[in-house]
């Protein structure tokens, strides 16, 4: 088993790598949990002087980034090599100032792996959208994320135009 797949079946390991790689260190975002089929991912930005704005809350480029890969390698994991999984686009709405520790929480589902399989199983592209909020310590919300996802199966042909 090479090194891209033991990250994508252990979920021990690929808390290990996002918890130690520069970008996400360095920004104060720590994976806390991440469930064994990867249905679920929680992750956390610390509120530090390395991660706060010129008025005093949290960088709005932290708390995008915590948001950013975790719906693309959690359906990467899920689907397995057969499709191609990018993110296409992305939109924040920053709700409120970001204060002390600040939460994400991405959640999929048995149904949203089979939609994915539906629609792509004639090589049509899939491009649904998912929402994340990040929540602050009482439960208000900070900031909205959506998230648009590209999927396509890769060993059926594609149509023209598709």
Avoid at 19 to 39: C, F, K, L, M, Q
Avoid at 48 to 56: E, K
Wanted: some cysteine; charged content about 30%.
């Amino acid at each position: 088993m090479n090194l891209r797949d033991q990250f994508f079946k252990k979920p021990w390991l690929f808390k290990l790598y996002l918890n130690h790689w520069g970008p996400y260190r360095g920004a104060g975002i720590r994976v806390t949990e991440i469930a064994p089929d990867y249905s679920r991912v929680v992750v956390e930005l610390r509120e530090t002087r390395n991660n706060r704005n010129a008025v005093g809350t949290h960088f709005g480029g932290s708390l995008y980034s915590m948001c950013d890969p975790f719906y693309m390698l959690m359906f990467i994991s899920r689907l397995g090599r057969d499709y191609v999984v990018w993110d296409k686009t992305a939109h924040i709405d920053f709700e409120r100032p970001g204060k002390g520790t600040v939460h994400a929480t991405f959640t999929l589902t048995e149904d949203d792996d089979a939609k994915v399989r539906r629609e792509t199983a004639n090589g049509a592209r899939y491009t649904p959208t998912y929402v994340i909020e990040v929540m602050d310590d009482s439960g208000q919300r900070v900031a909205k994320v959506e998230k648009v996802l590209y999927f396509r199966r890769k060993d059926v042909a594609r149509k023209p135009g598709k």
